[in-house]
């Protein structure tokens, strides 16, 4: 098992390398948009429903609180499923139930859409670091983490970008759906991310990690 290892910390970058660096920035990109969508329609939201400083918070740390129950679910399940069916799962819940706070009625209905969310996005922000390190050699380790990390001030950008042309024309509601825009990495992990190498060892799965170090050339 140390050689599988040994092979694929001393490995030269290839495509594959910058592929799977791409898609774990989108994944981080776009997770920051979700997270911080809520901060730049909140405002819109508590006029309209009359909220004061307290329920506004309430509202806000609803998300956050999802995020520490994903994170310590979806971690667990990581481990259980593997890490590439983990982040198609956790993807799939940040958009979907952000999306979805665009339908609350009330301030109780969005604090709970919000926690949903939050627990997507809790899982999501860990996978792609942890992901993209299993394969990347030692050497470049480090800067394809900090790349990845860097991520999130683009999608911080996002959730300003979007709610400053989408808000005065079209409201909250209509904003929300920038949460589904993370789906459009589905595709592309499904096309590029292979299985993670430690949950493939751990379960035995040799052949399998063979072929996919014939298929991108370790």
Not at 15 to 32: D, E, N, Q, S
Not at 45 to 59: F, H, K, M, N
Not at 68 to 80: K, N, P, T
Request: some cysteine.
């Amino acid at each position: 098992m140390s050689d599988i290892y040994q092979v694929l910390n001393e490995s030269k970058l290839t495509k594959f390398h910058y592929m799977i660096l791409l898609v774990g920035c989108l994944i981080y990109c776009l997770t920051a948009l979700d997270v911080m969508l809520i901060g730049s329609v909140v405002p819109v939201i508590a006029r309209e429903w009359r909220l004061d400083l307290v329920t506004i918070g309430y509202l806000i740390s609803s998300g956050f609180i999802g995020m520490f129950i994903g994170a310590l679910l979806f971690g667990r399940l990581a481990d259980v499923i593997g890490r590439r069916n983990t982040i198609l799962i956790v993807i799939v819940v940040e958009a979907l139930f952000t999306a979805l706070c665009g339908l609350a009625y009330d301030v109780t209905s969005m604090i709970v859409l919000r926690l949903l969310a939050g627990i997507g996005l809790g899982g999501a922000l860990p996978q792609p670091g942890i992901y993209v390190s299993e394969y990347v050699p030692t050497r470049y380790r480090g800067t394809f983490l900090g790349l990845i990390e860097t991520s999130w001030v683009y999608g911080a950008l996002l959730s300003l970008i979007f709610p400053i042309i989408l808000l005065p024309s079209y409201g909250w509601r209509i904003t929300f759906l920038v949460g589904l825009i993370p789906l459009i990495v589905i595709p592309l992990a499904i096309a590029y991310l292979p299985e993670s190498i430690r949950y493939l060892v751990k379960q035995g799965r040799i052949d399998q990690i063979n072929n996919i170090f014939e298929k991108y050339g370790f």
